[in-house]
């Protein structure tokens, strides 16, 4: 899923072209993507847009008289930019948005169309879509350290609360938690203050950093490498790779559609973090330590 980094340099990508732009036209294909029935989607039609904004992992469009189109690509959707009047793929197509100096495609890849795109109206209409976390690139440590510590939860759980955090989700909670050196199932009421200071630390900066990354990357083309597997990061999509500051093999807890990837040397104290179809399976066979695992490795 795109986040905060991924999505900033979209927004930047956007600016350097839509901004100022007439949007001629909204073609939808797909059934599910449009989640709003009024207004309609020709009110935008032939309207300038007048800014962009970022909504946690939302991109916000919006264009004369207050009107504000709202796309989350959630977990593969992804945005092109092409000549005016671009087809729209046939099978991972969703919708264009024909500007005057070109057209913004809209893909999925997968058969579940989880991609959202919402027209609403005026400020009221972009608060109901904001799910309310703080931008950490702009709080301070007081505020950061309140929003950590208000409810006991996993460290995992609470940077990829959209209501917490903007913008963090599932691969920079594992690139943050590796560089503060801290355990995604550490319970966040327990953590002391430079075990918080730590954390708050290594957000800003990995979110900075990933962000200069995928400006670097793009330069002056649209964004078109978005994923959430990237060759520079530590652990994050790095199963059973050696871990860059110690070289232990990176761990993973899978759950749902998603994994949590971790070093157990540098975040764990040497445990292994049960993954829970394995350690079902495996029940008493199943290795504590790092020391365990390199055992029945050598076997």
Not at 46 to 53: I, M, Q
Not at 95 to 123: I, M, P, Q, W, Y
Not at 130 to 145: H, K, N, Q, S
Not at 181 to 187: F, N
Request: aromatic share 6%.
């Amino acid at each position: 899923m795109p986040e905060l980094p991924d999505i900033v340099v979209y927004i930047e990508a956007l600016q350097q072209r839509i901004l100022g732009q007439t949007l001629n036209r909204v073609r939808v294909i797909s059934p599910f993507l449009l989640r709003t029935v009024a207004p309609p989607l020709q009110a935008v039609e032939g309207k300038t847009v007048s800014e962009l904004r970022r909504l946690g992992k939302r991109i916000a469009v919006g264009v004369a008289d207050d009107y504000w189109l709202v796309l989350h690509l959630m977990i593969a959707g992804r945005l092109h930019w092409h000549q005016g009047g671009a087809k729209i793929p046939a099978r991972r197509g969703l919708a264009a948005f024909d500007f005057s100096n070109g057209s913004l495609l809209l893909t999925e890849a997968g058969s579940k169309k989880r991609a959202s795109l919402h027209l609403v109206e005026g400020a009221e209409g972009l608060r109901a879509l904001d799910p309310g976390g703080i931008e950490v690139l702009e709080a301070d440590f007081e505020t950061f350290a309140r929003q950590i510590t208000r409810a006991n939860h996993t460290l995992k759980r609470a940077l990829t609360d959209p209501h917490l955090f903007s913008g963090i989700g599932n691969a920079y909670s594992d690139e943050i938690l590796h560089r503060a050196m801290l355990s995604p199932v550490a319970l966040t009421q327990r953590l002391n203050g430079g075990e918080v200071r730590r954390l708050f630390e290594a957000t800003r900066e990995t979110l900075n950093e990933w962000v200069a990354r995928n400006r670097n990357e793009a330069g002056n083309n649209f964004p078109e490498k978005v994923t959430a597997f990237r060759p520079g990061m530590a652990v994050h999509g790095k199963f059973g790779k050696p871990c860059p500051r110690c070289g232990t093999k990176v761990q993973r807890i899978r759950y749902a559609d998603n994994e949590t990837d971790y070093c157990p040397r540098c975040q764990t104290g040497g445990k292994l973090l049960a993954d829970r179809a394995l350690s079902r399976l495996l029940k008493k066979d199943w290795p504590r330590t790092v020391e365990e695992l390199e055992a029945l490795t050598r076997e």
